[in-house]
């Protein structure tokens, strides 16, 4: 009991896949709320740039190594973040597999063992076009046609049962797509919206793997960090589930090239479907977030104009500073 009321005050927190897009920029919104040295980052890669904070290699995959962290650390609390995403997911399935089930449940069986507060993130991806198209609730058909959805959902489902059986403090988001600046997308059906700031920016065509009027939820990295910290912090009393929708925008492709023309008038591009749009179609155009709302208060702030003019700003910036 002591370690979970520590958890409450005083969070040490250890963060896996810490260099991806949301991780990079977690960590720095978790290290403002809780001390930087209270939020030890690990990924199998280093970090691009000098660490601003402890930083300690750590695959996932090796349980071992991933305990030595929690223990050596005083981990209370443990963000899991590393996984393999929708499009690089169905190009290797197997390695899909691997990585988002085996790591999925090293890191429960340690939240279990060692009484942590366990956050694995998911996805719109576990839905499918039997989900309902339109505001697609929390709770719903989950049949989704594609490895990674499906790895979304066992994380889901495993961790629930962790919750029920265990005891663990399961927290799960799905996402929609997120857009940020500030890294490489990354093998997601989304990376479209960040690859076509990148181009306009450049002064270079770009094919979308994405048809024209295909609408998915989105988010701005800012809306992202700010709901996965308050959601973190909240008290358990007030979380009536495990897994809560939480979303922000939706747009298509056409839709995004209209604003960042606003910027680029004689940008353009051409549409080449890929699996990406397999994907994307099997996925909902907009999704329920009320639960997350009514519970802990979930709020969305920016819109795409808005996401637009800062997203082209800061990509302005990282390549002029080399950092892109």
Request: charged share 20%.
């Amino acid at each position: 009991m002591l370690r979970r009321s520590a958890a409450r005050f005083n969070p040490r927190i250890l963060v896996t896949g810490a260099n991806g897009q949301v991780g990079s920029e977690l960590v720095l919104a978790l290290r403002a709320k809780y001390g930087n040295d209270n939020v030890l980052a690990s990924d199998v890669r280093i970090p691009a740039e000098a660490p601003t904070g402890p930083f300690e290699f750590c695959n996932v995959l090796e349980k071992a190594q991933v305990e030595r962290l929690v223990v050596n650390h005083r981990a209370n609390w443990i963000i899991h973040l590393s996984a393999i995403m929708s499009v690089a997911g169905e190009n290797n399935p197997d390695l899909c597999l691997d990585l988002n089930v085996t790591g999925m449940r090293n890191v429960l069986d340690l939240a279990r063992k060692h009484q942590l507060r366990c956050f694995i993130p998911s996805t719109m991806a576990v839905f499918s076009e039997a989900s309902g198209k339109t505001m697609t609730k929390d709770d719903t058909i989950l049949s989704p046609p594609f490895v990674y959805g499906i790895t979304k959902v066992f994380a889901e489902q495993l961790g629930a049962y962790y919750a029920e059986k265990f005891g663990v403090d399961f927290r799960c988001l799905r996402y929609p797509g997120i857009i940020s600046a500030k890294t490489v997308p990354g093998g997601g059906t989304t990376d479209y919206a960040v690859w076509m700031y990148h181009k306009a920016i450049e002064g270079k065509p770009y094919a979308c793997p994405v048809l024209a009027h295909e609408p998915l939820p989105m988010m701005y990295i800012p809306d992202c960090l700010t709901g996965t910290v308050n959601y973190l912090a909240a008290e358990r009393s007030q979380l009536k589930r495990n897994v809560y929708n939480v979303a922000g925008l939706s747009f298509s492709p056409d839709v995004l090239l209209k604003s960042i023309q606003r910027h680029y008038p004689k940008f353009n591009i051409t549409y080449e479907p890929t699996v990406a749009q397999k994907i994307a179609h099997s996925w909902p155009d907009s999704m329920d977030d009320s639960n997350a709302r009514n519970d802990w208060g979930f709020r969305n702030e920016w819109n795409l104009d808005a996401m637009t003019d800062d997203m082209i700003k800061q990509v302005k910036e990282l390549k002029a500073n080399g950092l892109l």
